[in-house]
């Protein structure tokens, strides 16, 4: 804690007695003692920021009997990723229309919503449920596209509640559509 520590005798000849001078020395050892405890305890009992991470379905080993699901050509949409932020996209398998669009909301997610009520009134039409026939949407990145473009066509996924959609690599067919559409 703290002392206080005295200094010898006054003047022994005689004349004016003065006071004591009285230092004073602060013991600081206990106050960092406690200053490393709380320190510690905060330490101990925060939580770190967790980091965020997309949760990705991957499908199960596929039998050597089994059937793969066919899916009528009017509920696919093809997404290519292509260089410098381009979005190549058709519905379908074959007879692909190519068009062009961005990753702004009147772009990609525009384009998906309004695919998304078509492939719902087409499913309707057949007399069949749309939640048990959406649309399936394949993502197609090229090679030179950038890592951030795959981040963010899962999101417009995950805005637009698109539910079925994979990740698969382009064709030779698709990369000579999206040369020849250049």
Same mark, same amino acid.
């Given at each position: 804690m703290s002392e206080v520590q005295q200094q010898g005798g006054g003047n022994k000849k005689g004349?004016?007695?003065?006071?004591?001078k009285q230092s004073t020395r602060i013991d600081m050892t206990p106050m960092v003692d406690l200053a490393f405890l709380l320190l510690t305890f905060f330490m101990l009992t925060t939580t770190f920021a967790k980091p965020k991470a997309m949760e990705i379905k991957v499908p199960e080993k596929k039998k050597i009997n089994e059937k793969v699901p066919e899916v009528q050509e009017g509920r696919v949409m093809n997404i290519?990723?292509?260089? *410098? !932020?381009? /979005?190549?996209?058709w519905m379908g398998i074959t007879k692909p229309e190519l068009h062009g669009t961005n990753? @702004? *909301? !009147?772009? /990609?997610?525009k384009t998906v919503l309004q695919k998304t009520k078509d492939v719902?009134?087409?499913?309707? @039409?057949?007399?069949?449920?749309?939640?048990?026939f959406p649309i399936v949407v394949l993502i197609k990145p090229v090679e030179k596209s950038k890592y951030r473009n795959l981040v963010d066509i899962f999101d417009e996924m995950k805005v637009t509640a698109t539910t079925t959609y994979a990740l698969v690599?382009?064709?030779?067919?698709?990369?000579?559509?999206?040369?020849?559409?250049k």
């Open positions: 004349g004016k007695i003065r006071s004591k290519i990723l292509g260089e *410098k !932020d381009t /979005i190549y996209w990753y @702004s *909301k !009147d772009g /990609i997610r719902d009134a087409l499913i309707r @039409s057949q007399g069949k449920d749309p939640v048990k690599p382009p064709t030779p067919d698709d990369l000579a559509l999206i040369k020849g559409g």
